[in-house]
């Protein structure tokens, strides 16, 4: 079983930054794809980044390529979403996910989210 809690998410101005984290435990970290996804009100959860478990591929939703980068940190069981240049409608909560195989909205562990909201 793998347990991820997400932090690091609040208010921000458009155009601002912020860096979300997801701790992970209760099983190795190192063999897992991760990623994150958000749901905005009203709409279904959608995909915005991943990263292979050797941490050597990532990929990105078109709506944040550029503005968003994944990372991930063995040493400390964490994966990171930084986020640049925000828009408002980057407003959602965000959720880390943790897959054996590929990162998809069937991902086998999902973390509570946390909020994250840009104001204009």
């Known amino acids: 079983q793998v347990q991820l809690v997400e932090s690091g998410g609040g208010l921000v101005q458009a155009g601002g930054s912020m860096r979300l984290s997801c701790a992970a435990s209760?099983?190795?970290?190192?063999?897992?794809?991760m990623g994150w996804f958000r749901q905005a009100p009203g709409k279904e959860r959608e995909f915005v980044a991943a990263?292979?478990?050797?941490?050597?591929?990532?990929r990105y939703a078109d709506s944040v390529k550029g503005r968003f980068a994944i990372s991930r940190d063995y040493a400390k069981n964490t994966v990171y979403l930084q986020m640049n240049g925000l828009k408002p409608e980057d407003t959602a909560v965000y959720y880390c996910?943790?897959?054996?195989?590929?990162?998809?909205?069937?991902?086998?562990?999902w973390g509570q989210g946390t909020q994250v909201t840009v104001s204009s």
């Open positions: 996910a943790a897959d054996n195989v590929v990162i998809t909205t069937g991902c086998d562990y």
């Open positions: 209760g099983r190795t970290f190192s063999y897992y794809a």
């Open positions: 990263i292979n478990w050797s941490g050597d591929n990532a």
